[in-house]
């Protein structure tokens, strides 16, 4: 969840670390954000280019800015060309951190891949029970362990997790008061994710525990990293957390079939106070002949993660640092997007769902102020509300939630709302 920049700054970024100059470049699970995907597969959505060519001139913009910034990685020395090109690589927290100053971007950049090769064994199901609730209960400590090794993940992953000894070295150069920061986000994160590793996610109160682990931590960790460097912090622990509870829950939804289809087996964060209305097991929402109830239970989910937009905005809204606002800003309007889209959407249990690259290069570019926010969440909630059927059980309620958010940003516009987005 760590997002976005200009590609303006981001092909004039400088990185610096350790007292060496490096004059550089660089503009959640999964890892295959609709932002990163348009640096990937700009040739695959040529038909979607010719549907929306507004869309083009931002995708291009963000490949080339992208494709720039890449090439600015860090020559040495070699722990720090290993972790900045690595984090490049994995997800869209580069977005985000290019956007830092100077002088916190190393400790963020250490920071967002501890976290990763911590989520890269919690979502690794091949690993044994036995053998990954200890390694996550006692991951903070092998942070500093420089012999400390595994071989799991995939790709980058499998690379960060074979060299996490350039990551130690990186470590140990950060001030001591970031690697307190680091450590004790990454060790009640570790606990909390073995937590649930042997525990299923019953009820919704299970769910907003489990969500707080690993990306409401993430937030409120973000928030004291900040407080380390400036002497105040970024926001409220409720309204980080209330960030991070509404980035996972997105993720959680569209995930579903990348989780329930997962091997050896499945990954289930859905809560059973809410899929059980519906279906027995959770795996028989992606049954053709439960259609009906499949949309019924999404739509409820996607109500319960409707509960944290009014909470997300105030965060948004209280950020003091332009450039981090930007960054999470960026991906709150993606993920909301995506949550209008996820809404009575049966591909969510099919080939799964994500916002168009094209569409999210252009809230890239669209969003740098509060005012751009309120107008993107403000667009999306009339897609959502369009979509709101009255033999919903749970319609008003969603109707109620999304009435809320419109007045919370149109209260906040000074111009008259446009309708600039489709999905
Ligand atoms: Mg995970």
Avoid at 397 to 422: A, E, F, M, P
Wanted: proline share 4%; with cysteine.
């Amino acid at each position: 969840m760590f997002a976005a920049a200009s590609a303006t700054s981001a092909v004039q970024f400088q990185f610096r670390g350790g007292g060496r100059p490096l004059s550089t470049t660089i503009p959640r699970k999964k890892h295959n954000h609709s932002l990163v995907s348009s640096r990937l597969k700009l040739p695959d959505s040529l038909p979607c280019i010719l549907r929306y060519p507004d869309e083009l001139y931002s995708m291009v913009r963000l490949k080339l800015a992208l494709t720039v910034s890449e090439k600015q990685i860090p020559a040495e020395p070699p722990h720090w060309r290993f972790c900045y090109s690595t984090l490049y690589k994995m997800d869209g927290s580069h977005l985000i951190i290019q956007q830092i100053d100077e002088d916190v971007r190393d400790a963020f950049c250490i920071y967002a891949l501890v976290l990763r090769a911590l989520d890269t064994i919690e979502d690794d199901s091949t690993i044994a029970t036995e053998v990954k609730v200890p390694i996550l209960q006692t991951f903070h400590r092998r942070i500093r362990d420089g012999n400390f090794h595994f071989s799991n993940g995939a790709k980058y992953y499998k690379a960060l997790m074979e060299n996490f000894h350039h990551v130690t070295t990186a470590f140990l150069e950060l001030d001591c008061r970031f690697q307190e920061v680091i450590e004790d986000i990454t060790m009640k994160m570790g606990a909390g994710m073995a937590k649930f590793i042997c525990k299923e996610i019953n009820t919704i109160d299970d769910y907003d525990e489990y969500c707080h682990y690993p990306v409401g931590l993430c937030m409120i960790g973000a928030s004291k990293m900040y407080s380390v460097s400036r002497g105040k912090s970024l926001a409220s622990e409720d309204l980080s957390n209330a960030m991070g509870l509404f980035f996972q829950k997105v993720d959680t939804i569209k995930d579903y079939p990348d989780d329930i289809n997962m091997m050896p087996n499945p990954r289930m964060l859905w809560p059973r106070q809410i899929w059980g209305k519906y279906v027995d097991k959770l795996e028989d929402l992606k049954n053709e002949d439960n259609s009906a109830k499949a949309l019924l239970c999404l739509n409820e989910m996607v109500t319960n993660a409707l509960t944290h937009v009014e909470d997300s905005l105030k965060y948004l809204s209280t950020l003091p640092d332009p450039a981090i606002f930007r960054g999470i800003a960026i991906f709150k309007v993606i993920e909301f997007g995506t949550l209008a889209l996820c809404y009575n959407n049966i591909e969510v249990f099919r080939s799964g769902v994500g916002l168009r690259p094209g569409l999210a290069a252009k809230i890239f570019y669209n969003t740098s102020s509060m005012s751009d926010v309120y107008e993107a969440v403000h667009d999306f909630s009339f897609i959502l509300e369009s979509k709101i059927s009255d033999n919903n059980p749970n319609d008003k309620v969603t109707r109620s939630l999304i009435d809320t958010i419109k007045k919370c940003c149109r209260s906040s516009l000074t111009s008259n709302q446009r309708k600039s987005y489709i999905i």
